[in-house]
């Protein structure tokens, strides 16, 4: 299917390890980019690639995928963090673009 | 400095035509594509279309096919979003976002700061 699913809300407690994941068939053949969003802003783009940070993003953020599965985890999460979490990668014909429901994260 | 800078807020009326843009500076602009993003009050972002600056290729997203037209002026380094018939249900914030690789559309780095385009009798 062209559908890439995330859960609505997750929450971490301040300084632990949080996995926000994203599933979809495109993501057997396509990377997924994962983009933060906080109220009133545009979003950022935190990772891209198999696991790429642009310029400016802490190293507590990573990207991963298996299978069907791609996974952004923020190490340590700090209050800073708390945003919608979009995932985005290709539908599985290649030429078209999808964006994840979203994940609110709050960080408490 | 990389950036994209949007037009501004538009008030418009139903039935009204409507052209918005997205100035690129600071990078060449026909070696990335550019991208349109919707975000409707409170909901999520949703991929519009997307354009090769290079060669001007355009592709749609299946729900946006025939509803908005994508283009670019090189010349200038703008691309735009443009419709020909507004609806109430086209009121949303919408952002423009600049590839972060040359010819590649994986990933957008660089976002305008967005236009707010209200759509009320």
């Known amino acids: 299917s062209s559908e890439l699913t995330q859960d609505p809300a997750v929450s971490v407690a301040s300084g632990q390890t949080v996995r926000i994941t994203c599933q979809g068939d495109s993501l057997r053949g396509y990377y997924a980019s994962w983009y933060q969003q906080k109220p009133g802003q545009a979003p950022v783009l935190v990772i891209y690639g198999k696991n790429n940070r642009p310029s400016g993003i802490p190293d507590r953020f990573s990207g991963s995928s298996s299978g069907n599965t791609a996974s952004l985890t923020i190490t340590g999460a700090r209050a800073e963090d708390e945003a919608d979490y979009y995932c985005?990668?290709?539908?599985?014909?290649?030429?078209?673009?999808?964006f994840g429901g979203g994940t609110k994260l709050t960080v408490l | 400095e990389v950036q994209l800078v949007q037009s501004g807020a538009e008030v418009k009326k139903p039935g009204e035509s409507l052209k918005i843009s997205c100035k690129g500076s600071g990078y060449s602009f026909t070696s990335y594509w550019i991208g349109w993003v919707r975000q409707m009050p409170g909901k999520g972002l949703e991929w519009m279309g997307i354009?090769?600056?290079?060669?001007?290729?355009?592709r749609y997203s299946p729900s946006f096919q025939g509803q908005v037209t994508i283009s670019a002026d090189k010349s200038i380094s703008t691309a735009y979003l443009q419709w020909s018939s507004l609806k109430a249900s086209d009121t949303a914030m919408y952002y423009c976002?600049?590839?972060?690789?040359?010819?590649?559309?994986?990933?957008?780095?660089?976002w305008g700061q967005g236009t707010m385009v209200t759509v009320s009798s």
């Open positions: 976002a600049r590839g972060v690789v040359p010819a590649a559309y994986d990933a957008f780095d660089i």
């Open positions: 985005n990668s290709r539908d599985s014909s290649g030429n078209h673009l999808l």
């Open positions: 354009i090769y600056l290079g060669d001007s290729d355009t």
